[in-house]
C-alpha cells in the first residue's frame, strides 16, 4: 500500500507521521507533567496552611491557658471556685467567626461547650465522628501526652454541617482536665480543589495550544515544528519562574496582611481593654480602703500583667510575621531591630556591616535578605550553642550584592547533616531556594569547633 502512493506522499508521510507522533508523546509528558506539577503544589500548599493552622491553634491555646494560668496555679484558691472561674473564662473566649474553648473531664465529660451548651454534662467518652474515629479519647490521649493535634469531622456552626476539624489539646493533670480548641480546616480542601480547578483548565489550554502546534506542523516543515517546540518549552519555562515569584510574592503579601491585622486589629483591641482596667484600677483606687478587696485589686493588676504580656506577644507575631520597618524604612532598619531582639533574647552580640544602607536595594532583594537572616539567627540561636558573636556585612557592587552572616559557634559537619537528622538543614534549604530564586548564588563553609560562614550573592 505504501509502495503505491505518489512520492510526494511519501516524503509528506515520512516527514509528518514522525513528527505527529512526537507531538503527541510531547503532549502526553506535558499533561503528566502538568498533573504532577499540580499534585506537588497541592501538597505543597495544603503542607504550608496545615502548618499555619497548627502554629494558630497553639498560639490561641497559649493564649488561652495564660487567661486561667494565675487562677490554676494558684494554690490558695479553693479548687471549686478556681474551676467555676476557669469555666466562665474559656465559655467566654472565642476567636474568629467559629473559634472557640471546650472543656472535658478525662473520664470524657463534657464540662464547657459554648456552641453546644446542651453538650455539657455528658458523658462523650465514646462518641464517634462520621469516620468512626472516637475523637474525645484521642482528645483526651494528646492532653495526657503533653499536648497534642487531633483531626476528625465537627460540625461547624457557619456552615450547618459536619466539616474537616483540627483541633488542639492540653491537659489540666492537677483538676483531671482536658482543654481543648480547634479550627475548622475545609478551607484546605477548597483551596485545594481551586488548584485543581486551575490546572484543569491549564492542562485544556495546553491540550488546544497542541492541537494548534500539530495543525501548524503538518503545513509546515519538521524544521519549523521543532522551532515551535523550542519556542513553547521556553515558554513554560518562563512560566514556571514567574509563577514561583508569584508564589514567593503571595506569601509575603499575605505575611504583611496578617501581621496588619494583627498590629491594628487584635492589638489595637487588646489597648483597648488595658485603659478599661486602668480606668477600674484608677476608680478603685479612690474608694476607701477598707471597701475594696485588696484580692480584687490584686486580680485586676494580674489581669494587666498577663494583657501586657499578651500585647508584647502580638507584636512580636506581628513583627516576625512582616516587620513594618522593612516597608516603611528600609532594609537596615529592619535588620537593626531583628538582631536588637535576638542579642536582648540570646545574649550574642550582633555587629551589622552594611555598606549600601544609604540605597534602597530593589525590594525582592530586601526581602530575600531580610529572611535569610532571619533564618539564619534562627539556625544560630537553636544549634550554634557557644555563639557569643554574630557578624552581617552587606555590600554592593555595580553588578550584584552580597551578604555574608558568620558566627564563632561550634559549627558542623556538613557531610553529615543529611545523614544525622532529616529535619536538620531545612533552614539552609530554605535560604538557598531564597537565594536561587533570585538567580544568585549561596555557599556555607563550616566544620566543627571552627564557626560558619554563610555567603549570598544576587546579581542586579
Do not use: W
Given at each position: 500500500m505504501f509502495s503505491l502512493l505518489p512520492y510526494k506522499t511519501k516524503i509528506a508521510l515520512l516527514t509528518l507521521v514522525p513528527l505527529i507522533i512526537a507531538i503527541t508523546i510531547i503532549s502526553l509528558v506535558t499533561l503528566q507533567q502538568t498533573r504532577q506539577l499540580t499534585k506537588t503544589q497541592a501538597e505543597a500548599f495544603e503542607k504550608e496552611l496545615l502548618a499555619s493552622k497548627k502554629a494558630e491553634l497553639r498560639n490561641y491555646m497559649?493564649?488561652?491557658?495564660?487567661?486561667?494560668?494565675?487562677?490554676?496555679?494558684?494554690?490558695?484558691?479553693?479548687?471549686?471556685?478556681?474551676?467555676?472561674?476557669?469555666?466562665?473564662?474559656?465559655?467566654?473566649?472565642?476567636?474568629?467567626?467559629?473559634?472557640?474553648?471546650?472543656?472535658?473531664?478525662?473520664?470524657?465529660?463534657?464540662?464547657?461547650?459554648?456552641?453546644?451548651?446542651?453538650?455539657?454534662?455528658?458523658?462523650?467518652?465514646?462518641?464517634?465522628?462520621?469516620?468512626?474515629?472516637?475523637?474525645?479519647?484521642e482528645l483526651i490521649k494528646k492532653a495526657r501526652q503533653g499536648g497534642g493535634y487531633t483531626r476528625y469531622l465537627w460540625d461547624k456552626p457557619s456552615a450547618g454541617k459536619p466539616v474537616e476539624k483540627l483541633s488542639y489539646s492540653i491537659g489540666l493533670d492537677k483538676w483531671q482536665w482536658m482543654i481543648g480548641t480547634g479550627l475548622y480546616i475545609d478551607d484546605i480542601e477548597s483551596g485545594v480543589a481551586g488548584i485543581n480547578a486551575k490546572a484543569k483548565i491549564i492542562s485544556a489550554n495546553t491540550l488546544l495550544l497542541t492541537a494548534i502546534i500539530a495543525i501548524a506542523a503538518t503545513l509546515l516543515t519538521a524544521l519549523s515544528g521543532f522551532l515551535i517546540n523550542l519556542s513553547e518549552s521556553k515558554l513554560a519555562t518562563k512560566k514556571m519562574r514567574d509563577l514561583t515569584h508569584k508564589t514567593v510574592n503571595f506569601q509575603e503579601d499575605e505575611r504583611k496582611r496578617v501581621s496588619r491585622e494583627?498590629?491594628?486589629?487584635?492589638?489595637?483591641?487588646?489597648?483597648?481593654?488595658?485603659?478599661?482596667?486602668?480606668?477600674?484600677?484608677?476608680?478603685?483606687?479612690?474608694?476607701?480602703?477598707?471597701?475594696?478587696?485588696?484580692?480584687?485589686?490584686?486580680?485586676?493588676?494580674?489581669?494587666?500583667?498577663?494583657?501586657?504580656?499578651?500585647?508584647?506577644?502580638?507584636?512580636?507575631?506581628?513583627?516576625?510575621?512582616?516587620?513594618?520597618?522593612?516597608?516603611?524604612?528600609?532594609?537596615?532598619?529592619?535588620?537593626?531591630?531583628?538582631?536588637?531582639?535576638?542579642?536582648?533574647?540570646?545574649?550574642?552580640?550582633?555587629?551589622?556591616?552594611?555598606?549600601?544602607?544609604?540605597?534602597?536595594?530593589?525590594?525582592e532583594i530586601e526581602t530575600a535578605f531580610y529572611r535569610i537572616i532571619q533564618e539564619a539567627l534562627t539556625n544560630i540561636e537553636k544549634h550554634a550553642l557557644s555563639a557569643k558573636h554574630v557578624i552581617l556585612k552587606i555590600e554592593k557592587s555595580s553588578k550584584k550584592v552580597t551578604l555574608n552572616i558568620s558566627n564563632d559557634g561550634i559549627g558542623f559537619?556538613?557531610?553529615?547533616?543529611?545523614?544525622?537528622?532529616?529535619?536538620?538543614?531545612?533552614?539552609?534549604?530554605?535560604?538557598?531556594?531564597?537565594?536561587?530564586?533570585?538567580?544568585?548564588?549561596?555557599t556555607v563553609v563550616s566544620s566543627p569547633d571552627k564557626g560558619t560562614s554563610v555567603n549570598v550573592k544576587i546579581p542586579l
Open positions: 497559649e493564649l488561652g491557658y495564660s487567661a486561667i494560668k494565675n487562677i490554676y496555679e494558684n494554690p490558695d484558691i479553693d479548687k471549686k471556685l478556681a474551676q467555676k472561674k476557669v469555666y466562665t473564662i474559656l465559655k467566654s473566649m472565642e476567636f474568629g467567626e467559629d473559634g472557640y474553648f471546650f472543656v472535658y473531664d478525662y473520664n470524657g465529660i463534657n464540662i464547657a461547650h459554648p456552641r453546644k451548651p446542651q453538650l455539657e454534662g455528658k458523658n462523650l467518652f465514646n462518641f464517634q465522628d462520621q469516620n468512626g474515629k472516637f475523637l474525645i479519647r494583627l498590629h491594628d486589629g487584635i492589638n489595637q483591641l487588646l489597648v483597648s481593654v488595658s485603659y478599661k482596667l486602668d480606668s477600674i484600677n484608677n476608680k478603685l483606687q479612690k474608694q476607701q480602703s477598707n471597701k475594696v478587696p485588696q484580692s480584687l485589686l490584686q486580680s485586676i493588676n494580674d489581669a494587666q500583667e498577663i494583657l501586657n504580656s499578651t500585647m508584647q506577644e502580638v507584636r512580636r507575631i506581628s513583627r516576625d510575621l512582616r516587620p513594618s520597618l522593612l516597608d516603611d524604612l528600609g532594609l537596615n532598619a529592619a535588620l537593626e531591630s531583628l538582631c536588637n531582639d535576638f542579642s536582648e533574647r540570646t545574649g550574642i552580640k550582633v555587629e551589622i556591616s552594611n555598606k549600601c544602607q544609604n540605597d534602597r536595594l530593589p525590594q559537619d556538613k557531610s553529615t547533616l543529611d545523614r544525622t537528622n532529616p529535619d536538620r538543614g531545612l533552614g539552609l534549604k530554605n535560604m538557598r531556594d531564597r537565594t536561587e530564586l533570585l538567580e544568585g548564588v549561596m
